[in-house]
């Protein structure tokens, strides 16, 4: 038997552990990116689904720097799906909405690896594959193969609720390029909303600069802790899960 504690120990230390957040980063983002895409060819803007960006081929998709920058923090980008705003019939409102779909996909990825973790701790435990002795839980195998097994499954939907979760709450930030800048500023004048812009490049700096400093921590761990915390409650209200 293998106590869950040892198990996780230095998880995040070795290579499976880390290279569990591959699949969820390729798959967060391009479900992001093609969400954007999807919502503008709805609302009347074909150009992303011309140029091929209505796919989840991570190549259509993958910034470098963002993709680090998700690695490494959790919080990170993918390359913009390019918008023509004048196929719009409502360009302000119909800006916002396409960038909102993005997040908004995320956090339906998120709410689905929740899921998928309880569910299968739920089996896990109903199956007696855990159980709990002395206040310690143990994965009941003398196999060390199903423990790992086991266990990265359980990490891997964790990290799948987790890295979403954060996706969208980072992206939500009302700061360009990311989405909440499009969703937020749509209710500025539009001269103020393009004196904004104007400074794209120098915000996006000082982004990267608050992330690589972790001045940003505090409150995006605030929301994103917020959000699954409402997400966990929602999973509670699901009798098998009790």
Request: charged residues 10%; positive net charge.
């Amino acid at each position: 038997m293998f106590s869950i504690v040892s198990v996780f120990q230095n998880l995040f230390s070795d290579l499976p552990g880390l290279l569990l957040r591959v699949p969820v980063i390729l798959l967060a983002l391009c479900v992001h990116e093609t969400a954007h895409g999807f919502m503008a060819n709805k609302l009347g803007d074909p150009t992303a689904r011309n140029l091929g960006r209505l796919t989840l081929n991570p190549t259509k998709h993958l910034d470098p720097l963002g993709t680090i920058c998700m690695f490494l923090f959790g919080f990170g980008w993918a390359k913009p799906v390019p918008i023509q705003t004048r196929n719009f019939r409502n360009p302000k409102r119909d800006m916002a909405l396409t960038a909102a779909a993005g997040p908004i996909s995320n956090l339906c990825l998120g709410f689905l690896g929740l899921f998928c973790a309880n569910l299968f701790w739920a089996i896990m435990v109903g199956t007696g594959m855990i159980f709990e002795a002395a206040g310690t839980l143990y994965i009941n195998t003398t196999s060390n193969f199903v423990a790992n097994l086991i266990t990265y499954t359980n990490l891997f939907f964790n990290l799948f609720y987790w890295m979403n979760i954060s996706l969208a709450v980072f992206n939500l930030l009302p700061v360009p390029p990311l989405d909440g800048s499009r969703i937020w500023f749509s209710f500025l004048p539009a001269k103020w909303y393009f004196a904004v812009m104007r400074y794209e490049q120098i915000i996006q700096l000082v982004l990267m600069l608050t992330l690589w400093t972790g001045m940003l921590d505090t409150p995006l761990n605030f929301f994103v802790n917020l959000v699954m915390s409402g997400m966990e409650w929602v999973i509670g209200l699901i009798p098998f899960f009790n």
